[in-house]
């Protein structure tokens, strides 16, 4: 069973970096897309970026198009988002969650999420 442990939040200043870990320690994921979302207080989760099972296959929201990537190591079971110049905007909790149909970027459609882990970036 797909079970997601985030990890890697903490506080930057603005044009720092961050690299953010998800664990599947139920170690099912494999042939899953994850996808990372974030969320402010009294807002939804806003899409971020997602990978397919194989890692062939990525897509970004314009807003971190060119500063985030992510990738994965099915081997370690991790998914990884790697995120640079961050700005204050960028503060935010930070999910993980997996589905089964690919490149989907609509938070309804993921079954598992992970807690969270919170990125706070200073001016």
């Known amino acids: 069973q797909v079970q997601l442990v985030e990890s890697g939040g903490g506080l930057v200043q603005a044009g720092g970096s961050l690299r953010l870990s998800c664990v599947d320690v139920?170690?099912?994921?494999?042939?899953?897309?994850v996808g990372w979302f974030r969320q402010t207080p009294g807002k939804e989760r806003d899409f971020v970026a997602t990978?397919?099972?194989?890692?062939?296959?990525?897509y970004y929201a314009d807003h971190v198009k060119g500063r985030f990537t992510i990738s994965r190591d099915n081997a370690k079971n991790t998914v990884y988002l790697q995120m640079n110049d961050l700005s204050p905007e960028d503060t935010a909790v930070y999910f993980c969650?997996?589905?089964?149909?690919?490149?989907?970027?609509?938070?309804?459609?993921?079954?598992?999420w992970g807690q969270g882990t919170q990125v706070t970036v200073s001016s």
């Open positions: 990978i397919n099972w194989d890692g062939a296959s990525t």
């Open positions: 969650a997996t589905q089964r149909e690919g490149i989907l970027t609509d938070a309804s459609t993921y079954d598992h």
């Open positions: 139920g170690r099912a994921f494999s042939y899953l897309a």
